[in-house]
């Protein structure tokens, strides 16, 4: 569940699902998210596109900083089920959390699997 605090932490692949998320209420694409690393509590950046995770902001695109009401998306796959992991509270839950701003991970959760999967 936790993501890995090494520095050459890798997720790259291709986008899943082919649609590319925007920032809400408008049609800017949004790529690149700040989010706050679950064990060293260091700020990091993914790529939402491409799954790529670094840990120094990439220069010249536009980035969605992290905030107290920021959720995770993720995947349980024992359950098959989606649940929501908010960096600021350390709180994990079941059901999507209201009046809050959601990051899909769950995509690059699974870019990430699919990347260490034996082949």
Known sequence: MAMSQTQDYECRSH???????????S???????EIIEPRTRERMYA????GECVWDPPAGVRIKRTSEDQWWELFDPSTS?????????????????????IIPLAKLQTLKQNTESPR
Do not use: K, M
């Open 15 to 25: 986008h899943v699902d082919g649609q590319e998320p925007r920032i809400p209420g």
């Open 27 to 33: 049609n800017t694409r949004l790529e690149w998210v």
């Open 47 to 50: 790529n939402l596109v491409t």
């Open 81 to 101: 089920r989606f649940y929501y992991y908010s960096a600021a509270s350390q709180r994990t839950v079941w059901h999507r959390p209201q009046n809050c701003d």
